[in-house]
T-cell receptor, first 112, second 115 residues
Framework: KQEVTQIPAALSVPEGENLVLNCSFT??????LQWFRQDPGKGLTSLLL?????REQTSGRLNASLDKSSGRSTLYIAASQPGDSATYLC???????????FGTGTKLQVIP | DAGVIQSPRHEVTEMGQEVTLRCKPI?????LFWYRQTMMRGLELLIY????????DSGMPEDRFSAKMPNASFSTLKIQPSEPRDSAVYFC?????????????FGQGTRLTVV
């Protein structure tokens, strides 16, 4: 059974700082890994999707990397802004029918 | 496309009552997922459908929970009878499916409170 862990559970940083969120998973036989953002009381917004054959994906100030062999992914946020404050979730797809296991999330607060 | 649409957004019901949550997936998507999110357990997959057929319902907590997908544009998650421990946010998601490399799109969720 796939288990997904995110560390830290919460993070508070001053505006402008670069930061890294971590996601680890136990079964390296995955199809892809997806990073989501969730704002309070809202649904999930997809940020980046990394296929199992890829090492990283970039979108604006976000960069996600994937190391399947070690069961790890990182989400790098450059020049953080208060608007980045949210909970970030990683989701690992290890089933052919998109059977996805979510991590517990990292709650990020960027202080102006 | 308006995205995945869930209704209602909020539901407050008394213990023992039947609750029905609704989901309209993105047009053309043939995979649909129901998730439950709680503070204690995070996001859990309850059931997923492919081409309207339930593929895996091993995440459904107990027989009080049932899900249907009568056609490609509509799905329901029913709880009967509801209990206070069912209080959570229920998300529906859809994806193009059929391939392993597609991403999932989530609805805004239904916040269920059972009193």
């Amino acid at each position: 059974k796939q288990e997904v862990t995110q560390i830290p559970a919460a993070l508070s940083v001053p505006e402008g700082e670069n930061l890294v969120l971590n996601c680890s998973f136990t079964d390296s036989a995955i199809y892809n890994l997806q990073w989501f953002r969730q704002d309070p009381g809202k649904g999930l917004t997809s940020l980046l999707l990394i296929q199992s054959s890829q090492r990283e994906q970039t979108s604006g100030r976000l960069n996600a990397s994937l190391d399947k062999s070690s069961g790890r992914s990182t989400l790098y946020i450059a020049a953080s802004q208060p608007g980045d404050s949210a909970t970030y979730l990683c989701a690992v797809n290890s089933g052919g029918y998109q059977k996805v296991t979510f991590g517990t999330g990292t709650k990020l607060q960027v202080i102006p | 496309d308006a995205g995945v649409i869930q209704s209602p957004r909020h539901e407050v019901t008394e213990m023992g009552q039947e609750v029905t949550l609704r989901c309209k997936p993105i047009s053309g998507h043939n995979s649909l997922f129901w998730y439950r999110q709680t503070m204690m357990r995070g996001l859990e997959l309850l059931i997923y459908f492919n081409n309207n057929v339930p593929i895996d319902d091993s995440g459904m907590p107990e027989d009080r929970f049932s899900a249907k997908m009568p056609n490609a544009s509509f799905s329901t998650l029913k709880i009967q009878p509801s209990e206070p421990r069912d209080s959570a946010v229920y998300f529906c998601a859809s994806s193009p499916g059929g391939r392993s490399d597609t991403e999932a799109f989530f609805g805004q969720g239904t916040r269920l409170t059972v009193v």
